[in-house]
Nanobody, 125 residues
Framework: QVQLVESGGGLVQAGGSLRLSCAAS????????MGWFRQAPGKEREFVAA????????YYEDSVKGRFTISRDNAKNTVYLQMNSLKPEDTAVYYC??????????????????WGQGTQVTVSS
């Protein structure tokens, strides 16, 4: 059973930064594509960023491009989301997800079979 545990969320002022981590209990995380999604109150879960199994390809939702960076350390079985220049509209619960599919729509949460419990990010204005 794959388990994903997010950490690093918290309360930050607008313009600040946070780094989220996702630790995976997988023998080798390198076999999985990884993604970050978020869900704000009253809204649907939305794609934020994703990274291919090798780390060679990354994908971002338009509103976070240039502010967020996804990366992975396969040796540590961990994926990161560095979030800079945070805005109040970034406030949400952030979820880490993993997919074993070799070809997938990285932006579609239905493509990911494994999910973490989420970590709250709150950006004050």
């Amino acid at each position: 059973q794959v388990q994903l545990v997010e950490s690093g969320g918290g309360l930050v002022q607008a313009g600040g930064s946070l780094r989220l981590s996702c630790a995976a209990s997988i023998r080798t995380i390198s076999a999985y594509a990884m993604g970050w999604f978020r869900q704000a109150p009253g809204k649907e879960r939305e794609f934020v960023a994703a990274i291919s199994w090798s780390g060679g390809s990354t994908y971002y939702e338009d509103s976070v491009k240039g502010r967020f960076t996804i990366s992975r350390d396969n040796a540590k079985n961990t994926v990161y989301l560095q979030m800079n220049s945070l805005k109040p509209e970034d406030t949400a619960v952030y979820y880490c997800a993993a997919s074993r599919r070799l070809q997938l729509d990285y932006t579609d949460y239905g493509e990911y079979a494994y999910w973490g419990q989420g970590t709250q990010v709150t950006v004050s204005s």
